[in-house]
């Protein structure tokens, strides 16, 4: 019973942050690579940071790097995605899943089995 539960969301303005958790169970979490992907309206889902079993190697999408950063905390089966500098294209749903395909330059393409419920991020003055 893979399980994952995001939070953290929230309504902010231009230029804000956000922390984005995502607590996982029903698997060996330490061992598998994760990822985070997000949702507009009418727009597919796509996987926008990546990171490996241990926390060692990070994957982030053009749009986002630099400003978003993701990590995980294994003894707590935690994934985290800190969020800085907030634009209003940033709005989506967020979710985060393991992770098994990804795209010519290793971000995580949306070939998931199980998604959590998502966590909703607005940007907006």
């Known amino acids: 019973q893979l399980r994952l539960a995001e939070s953290g969301g929230g309504l902010v303005e231009p230029g804000g942050s956000l922390t984005l958790s995502c607590a996982a169970s029903?698997?060996?979490?330490?061992?598998?690579?994760m990822g985070w992907f997000r949702q507009v309206q009418d727009k597919e889902r796509e996987g926008i940071a990546g990171?490996?079993?241990?926390?060692?190697?990070?994957w982030h999408k053009d749009f986002v790097r630099g400003r978003f950063t993701v990590s995980r905390d294994n003894a707590k089966n935690m994934l985290y995605l800190q969020m800085n500098n907030l634009k209003p294209g940033d709005t989506a749903m967020y979710y985060c899943?393991?992770?098994?395909?990804?795209?010519?330059?290793?971000?995580?393409?949306?070939?998931?089995?199980?998604w959590g419920q998502g966590t909703q991020v607005t940007v907006s003055s």
């Open positions: 899943a393991e992770t098994r395909a990804y795209d010519y330059y290793g971000l995580p393409l949306a070939n998931v089995d199980i």
């Open positions: 029903g698997f060996e979490f330490g061992r598998r690579p």
């Open positions: 990171i490996n079993y241990d926390g060692q190697k990070t």
